[in-house]
């Protein structure tokens, strides 16, 4: 039982702040956001400090680093606010690392780590909501390969990603199959979301697709929960930049002739805001310790971690903006940005109520961190 | 960054759980588990049954005769003996008073008083409060004037959990006027049986009497059990505020409660209704938060680091879980949480049982855990404290 950062970890975490802090100011996302909500140039820059093969292994071209290396990434990330989906290449990662086949490791996980390729998991569709085993995408076999149609939504950075992992259903089964964007039968349509970064319809018309893996339930639940254990991290970084930035404000703005972090009522709003940041930062480690424990443990974890965070991030966002007064509602003012994050997290890989709803039907007698 | 304990640190707690299951008396367990009246034998027994084994003093260094165990050990130690349902340490001797008497003590207090503390023989109260100084706890009023080689003290304190069973009880008086509030507290040690020393039960909203009033009237005391300086008395409360560690939680506690909770639930029926058992799954999440927050803190206390600003949010987190149990708890026995039959709560009771056996207390727990919000600080000067370390 230690939650120390070892030497490596903390000089990880200094060089993912110093690229925030120096080469992802407001000014460039705004700008970003601007042109469409992704900067392949400023994905590039994360593939330069190694971070797109994180959780890829050294033989194949990546780090090969573990859940706690991709948390305190993924803190930092959060800290800018960072519209470059970073989680998405963790997934591929793993997904293509775990469960791939040495032809398809061979052909993708070098450029997935080198940030060639933007490989981004597309496994939203429209009668799924949160439930993972609902898909309408059929794939079928074609001579040696396989092609699918269907739909996809809200796939992240959808129309200039790559290539797409994709769960279609194969003899009745869920499988994951990966599609190239470029190929025959593909379209996409992209749009911004509300936090200002890039999503985008995805249709499949008979689609060329290389099988990843038949065992697609699992790969699709191990994504998943990469993704929960990513989000919740950069949660707690984004949460720590949204209070500090309010409590600067709180400090220098005045009113009555005083400043108004000197009144009780919003001060005890910060301690408040104080403790759901810190509890979604427990909650934060837990889903990343757990992130390699068995299947049914991992997953309640998950969802135990993802609750917390949800409803901490939804706490520490709306205060934020209430403490600010006028300008925390502008454009202009950065914090309402910070919210807009927390807000579109709250409803990714699952929202609140979802998760309650899991946690609730996963209850055994005894509960606990260790249980 | 690892979550599990180590090898040694399991092998520990088998070593602990195994001497707890052994030695605690299963009569008492069964009214810890079932939240029924615990009588001062239950306390003071288990009491003196950890004071043999040594294991009251488990938090003490090992120069007083503790154990010397590091925080871990310490927490594992807790989490045993509340898992397998043992009285809480009535924490006044042992974790309230012994600090400050090894800290600033002489040797002669030392040898005097910690004896009989480590092996649970006395029984001691807190004296703090008074009725004009519940958070505004520096202006507090009863006097100790010096007269020779004596004491007279002269006034009242109240909240005193426990104290009609006082043997000692450990005080802030004032000694002088001068200055700010805080400087002219000292830290007196008043034998309970001294000739006027009044102490009165104060029967609570649940019907117990766990609180007292206690009166000073002309009670001389020794000057030999002042602690340390005249007028540092506030110095060394602070120290002894800062001992308390991550154990106001209770989390431990909370996690036996949390199973219990889960028991009642499916008897009465509304553990399958979806409303009902999603306040429970919140319930849970918020059990796990709370364990790691502890299990960060003490990662922290074990690798030597500065303490975290994070401890200050224990103790308003663990209260409000307490009586949030106690709450659901309450809901799942509806109607029949409402029958409040004093005998009923008393373990072996033969009479009407209305209902089923575990409801009878559920209304009583309800209403006594509205202090956790209260005591050791309420927690909005609690958050005063938290937000101070945030906005400075």
């Known amino acids: 039982m230690d939650f120390n ?47 797109t093969g994180l959780y890829i292994p050294e033989a194949l071209g990546g780090l090969g680093m573990g859940p706690v290396e991709g948390m305190v990434v993924m803190e930092e990330l959060g800290r800018g606010i960072v519209l470059e989906p970073l989680t998405q290449a963790l997934i591929a990662g793993a997904m293509l690392s775990y ?91 992209g749009y911004l979301t509300q936090d200002g970064s890039r999503g985008a319809e995805l249709k499949l018309s008979g689609a060329p697709a290389a099988l990843l893996t038949l065992k697609g339930q699992e790969a699709l639940e191990h994504a998943t929960d990469i993704g929960i254990a990513a989000l919740c991290a950069e949660a707690v970084g984004v949460m720590d930049k949204t209070l500090a930035i309010t409590v600067d404000y709180m400090n220098t703005r005045k009113q009555f002739g005083v400043v108004i972090s000197s009144f009780q ?48 991030m939804r706490f520490v966002g709306q205060q934020a903006v209430q403490l600010h007064g006028g300008i925390g509602v502008t454009d202009e003012y950065i914090v309402s940005h910070y919210f807009k994050k927390l807000t579109q997290m709250e409803m990714s890989f699952g929202d609140t ?16 961190v260790f249980a | 960054m690892d979550l599990a304990f180590t090898p040694e640190e399991e092998a520990f707690r088998q070593e602990v759980r195994a001497w707890v299951r052994a030695n605690l008396p299963q009569e008492t367990a069964h009214k810890v588990h079932n939240a029924l009246r615990q009588t001062r034998e239950d306390m003071q027994n288990w009491a003196k049954i950890l004071g043999k084994k040594g294991w009251l003093t488990y938090a003490w260094p090992k120069q007083f005769g503790g154990p010397g165990w590091n925080a871990v050990q310490k927490h594992l130690f807790e989490e045993e003996c509340a898992l397998a349902g043992a009285p809480r340490i009535v924490p006044f001797g042992p974790v309230m008073v012994a600090p400050v008497i090894m800290a600033f003590g002489n040797a002669e207090q030392q040898q ?92 609570l909203l649940d019907g117990e009497c766990e609180v007292n009033e206690v009166w000073f009237d002309n009670v001389e005391v020794p000057a030999e059990n002042l602690i340390g300086e005249e007028n540092k008395g506030w110095t060394y409360a602070k120290h002894l505020l800062a ?149 400075g």
């Open chain 1, 5 to 51: 950062f070892s030497d490596d970890q903390e000089q990880l975490r200094d060089a993912v702040r110093k690229w925030v802090d120096k080469g992802y100011d407001f000014e460039r996302r705004r700008s970003i956001v601007a042109h469409g909500g992704f900067s392949r140039e400023a994905y590039t820059e994360l593939a330069e400090l190694g971070l």
């Open chain 1, 99 to 189: 469960y791939a086949g040495p032809d398809l490791q061979e052909a993708w996980c070098a450029k997935v780590a080198g940030g060639e390729a933007l490989v981004v998991l597309a496994a939203q569709e429209r009668k799924a909501r949160y439930d993972l085993s609902v898909c309408n995408t059929v794939a079928q076999k074609q001579g040696n390969g396989w092609t699918l149609s269907g739909a996809k939504s809200v796939v992240p950075a959808g129309d200039l990603a790559d290539a797409f992992i994709v769960p279609a259903k194969a003899d009745g089964k869920l499988a994951l199959f990966l599609v190239e964007r470029t190929a025959s039968g593909v379209t996409t349509h």
């Open chain 1, 265 to 312: 009522s919003l001060r005890h709003r910060v301690a408040d805001m104080k403790m759901q940041l810190e509890l979604g930062r427990s909650m934060s480690y837990y889903a990343s310790l757990k992130l390699n424990a068995p299947t049914d443990e991992r997953r309640a974890a998950m969802s135990r971690a993802k609750f917390q965070i949800g409803n901490s």
């Open chain 1, 353 to 368: 109520l979802h998760h309650l709803g899991e946690v609730s039907s996963r209850m055994q007698d005894t509960a606990g």
């Open chain 2, 112 to 203: 005097r008083f910690l004896p009989g503390i480590a092996s649970g023989e006395v029984w001691w109260s807190q004296g703090y409060s008074e009725p004009g100084s519940g958070s505004d706890l520096a202006s507090l009023k009863t006097r100790a004037e010096r007269v020779g080689n004596k004491y007279i003290v002269n006034g009242q304190k109240t909240w005193t959990t426990l104290g009609q069973f006082g043997e000692w009880i450990f005080c802030l008086v004032r000694t002088s006027n001068e200055g700010k509030p805080q400087t002219g507290i000292s830290f007196l040690l008043i034998d309970m049986k001294s000739p006027g020393v009044t102490v009165r039960p104060i029967k």
């Open chain 2, 243 to 391: 001992h308390e560690r991550t154990n106001i939680a209770d989390v431990n506690r909370a996690k036996r409660e949390l199973e219990r909770l889960k028991r009642i639930a499916k008897a009465e029926g509304v553990y399958d209704d979806v409303r009902f058992r999603d306040e429970i799954a919140k319930l849970e999440v918020d059990v796990v938060a709370l364990e790691m927050l502890v299990l960060r803190v003490l990662s922290a206390e074990k690798s030597g680091k500065q303490s975290l600003d994070i401890a200050g949010l224990l103790k308003i987190r663990g209260s409000e879980m307490q009586q949030r149990y106690t709450e659901l708890m309450m809901l799942a026995g509806g109607p029949y949480s409402l029958p409040f039959i004093q005998e009923a709560m008393e373990a072996g009771w033969q009479g009407d049982q209305i209902g089923a056996l575990h409801c009878a207390p559920l209304a009583g727990s309800y209403f006594n855990m509205r202090k956790t919000t209260i005591y050791g600080g309420s927690n909005e000067v609690q958050r005063n404290i938290v937000a101070q370390t945030v906005l």
